[in-house]
């Protein structure tokens, strides 16, 4: 399975954005998908996670309440709408893909990875 990210770009802290991450190569139902993101001079850390059925979603406490990660099986598309956004949520995201049965957050669980979208938020 191939996972492209995009959707970065520079916003004004209290700004919105939205990250999208295309499928391919194989029925996007299989996988649960995330989204982690870098910082400089950070570890990869973890975002957002969304379960194979969509009915189950999980996010890390500093973006709990801002940001809502979807996903369209039918478009081969998921989504991270990111609203309030913060200086400290700049970074280069991406996206994954996990071939198990429940929701994880460790980057270990997840396979495939994108390439990543630079998001830089100005003060």
């Known amino acids: 399975v191939q996972l492209q990210a995009f959707g970065g770009g520079s916003v004004q802290a209290g700004g919105s954005l939205r990250l999208s991450c295309s499928v391919s190569?194989?029925?996007?139902?299989?996988?649960?998908m995330s989204w982690f993101r870098q910082a400089p001079g950070k570890e990869r850390e973890f975002v957002a996670v969304?379960?194979?059925?969509?009915?189950?979603?999980f996010y890390a406490d500093s973006v709990r309440g801002r940001f809502t990660i979807s996903r369209d099986d039918a478009k081969h598309l998921v989504s991270l709408q990111m609203d309030s956004l913060k200086p400290e949520d700049s970074a280069v995201y991406y996206c994954?893909?996990?071939?198990?049965?429940?929701?994880?957050?460790?980057?270990?669980?997840?396979?495939?990875w994108g390439q990543g979208t630079q998001v830089t938020v100005s003060s």
């Open positions: 994954a893909a996990g071939n198990m049965q429940s929701v994880q957050i460790g980057q270990r669980d997840f396979a495939w």
């Open positions: 190569g194989d029925t996007l139902d299989n996988y649960v």
């Open positions: 969304i379960s194979w059925s969509g009915q189950a979603t």
